[in-house]
């Protein structure tokens, strides 16, 4: 069965940064284009980031354009997301989520992780 | 960016009863749309994608349909495990983005 793990949050002071990892398992990691998904504490949901099954066609979103790095490493199933300069408005939970198609180029979701709080206060 | 709006963005309704959620894009997605349920404290779960298409597991009993820019998502008998907040989102093009959200209550 398919399965997405995030960890790597935390709480961590404004300026500082933080590495997140979203572990896949269950399927072929490769073959899937990745996205990240926020939510601040009470609020909606925002994307964050996306990366292509092959690691090309990455985007952002403007909030974290500069700031954030979103990469992956097919050969450990694993999709990354790099945060530096981070902000209060940057507390949130993070979502990893899997494109439904093999291959695709639309990025319409199917899978979600449970998700990793960042809190970033000092 | 794509501005998504959903309305209501509450709404209180009984067992059993028909619900309709609808979303409106700023400007023309095609089919490019859709709709998640997420219960408090949980991930969001992904319910229809192309705007009327049923991910794999979820029960007929939710529907969508649109095109353009004008969207429902209905529920045809509400239970109490659909009590939840729905979003409909766009992958027309990035950013992608996200409605509001209508948290749908019991009455």
């Known amino acids: 069965q398919v399965q997405l793990v995030e960890s790597g949050g935390g709480v961590v002071q404004p300026g500082g940064s933080l590495r997140l990892s979203c572990a896949a398992s269950?399927?072929?990691?490769?073959?899937?284009?990745m996205h990240w998904v926020r939510q601040a504490p009470g609020k909606g949901l925002e994307w964050v980031a996306v990366m292509r099954y092959d690691g090309r066609n990455i985007y952002y979103a403007d909030s974290v354009k500069g700031r954030f790095t979103i990469s992956r490493d097919n050969s450990k199933n694993t999709l990354y997301l790099q945060m530096n300069s981070l902000r209060a408005e940057d507390t949130a939970v993070y979502y990893c989520?899997?494109?439904?198609?093999?291959?695709?180029?639309?990025?319409?979701?199917?899978?979600w992780g449970q998700g990793t709080l960042v809190t970033v206060s000092s | 960016d794509i501005q998504m709006t959903q309305s209501p963005s509450s709404l209180s309704a009984s067992v059993g009863d028909r619900v309709t959620i609808t979303c409106r894009a700023s400007q023309g997605i095609s089919n490019f749309l859709a709709w998640f349920q997420q219960k408090p404290g949980k991930a969001p779960k992904s319910l229809i994608y192309?705007?009327?298409s049923l991910q794999s597991g979820v029960p007929s009993k939710f529907s969508g349909s649109g095109s353009g820019t004008d969207f429902t998502l209905t529920i045809s008998s509400l239970q109490p495990e659909d009590f939840a907040t729905y979003y409909c989102q766009q992958y027309k093009t990035y950013p992608l983005t996200f409605g509001g959200g209508t948290k749908v209550e019991i009455k």
């Open positions: 192309a705007a009327s």
């Open positions: 269950g399927f072929t990691f490769s073959r899937y284009g």
């Open positions: 989520a899997r494109q439904i198609t093999p291959y695709g180029d639309y990025p319409d979701f199917d899978y």
